[in-house]
């Protein structure tokens, strides 16, 4: 039971470059989430899936795709990378809509040149 | 910008001593989560307390809920240099999840 992976752990880009996130929970979890979180912010919502086949903008998705491929996976696009979007990436989910606590994956570092 | 605040920002005590860390929220919540990270890890989730409940213990854990104030706050008893970590509080509104900006807690052994 690995519940929530993701991939990349790091991951250098220069701006205007594209580039998926993905993330895999094990948990059979109907939620999944993205946030991206930077110093002295905490964490920021970016999209997130309370089910498989839909998606809905956070707090904060410009520049962001998404896509809840299935049940099990829910990746992030970044299009044309910008150095603001460097930041950890955490990918979470979660059994009930908020119910239940989340879980979190161990996070993607991203650094944007 | 719906995201909480934690004070203190930063905590440092001695093992054996009590933390105590405050968060304020912004909207009418669902429940509400405190979660505990390493540095360079993931966020875990250490408790949560429904909006219709005042008081909650697991553990060494005591979280309290003042819907009226908007705020919460998390005691950890008798700390141990193995509690040292950054705490958040996330509010919670059905699908969405507002976290707070973190207290980082320092236990000296």
């Known amino acids: 039971n690995a519940g929530v992976t993701q991939t990349p752990k790091f991951q250098v880009l220069k701006t205007g470059q594209s580039m998926t996130l993905q993330c895999a929970q094990d948990?059979?979890?109907?939620?999944m989430y993205w946030y991206r979180q930077d110093p002295g912010m905490g964490l920021r919502l970016i999209y997130y899936?309370?089910?498989?086949?839909?998606?809905d903008k956070g707090e904060v998705p410009n520049g962001y795709n998404v896509s809840r491929l299935n049940k099990r996976e829910f990746s992030l696009r970044l299009e044309s990378a910008a150095p603001s979007q460097t930041s950890v990436y955490f990918c979470?989910?979660?059994?009930?809509?908020?119910?239940?606590?989340?879980?979190f994956g161990p996070g993607t570092r991203l650094t944007v040149l | 910008s719906q995201q909480g605040e934690e004070d203190p920002q930063a905590l440092s005590i001695q093992e054996g001593e009590n933390a105590t860390m405050n968060c304020s929220y912004k909207t009418s919540i669902n429940n509400l989560q405190w979660y505990r990270q390493n540095s360079g890890r993931g966020l875990v989730h250490l408790i949560l307390i429904r909006s219709n409940e005042r008081e909650k213990h697991s553990g060494r854990l005591r979280v309290t809920l003042d819907t009226s104030k908007k705020s919460s706050s998390l005691l950890i008893t008798a700390s141990r240099a193995a509690d040292t970590a950054s705490y958040f509080c996330a509010s919670n509104t059905g699908n969405q999840f507002y976290f707070g900006t973190g207290t980082s807690l320092t236990v000296i052994p």
């Open positions: 899936s309370a089910s498989e086949g839909t998606t």
């Open positions: 948990m059979n979890h109907n939620s």
């Open positions: 979470a989910s979660s059994g009930l809509a908020g119910g239940l606590g989340q879980f």
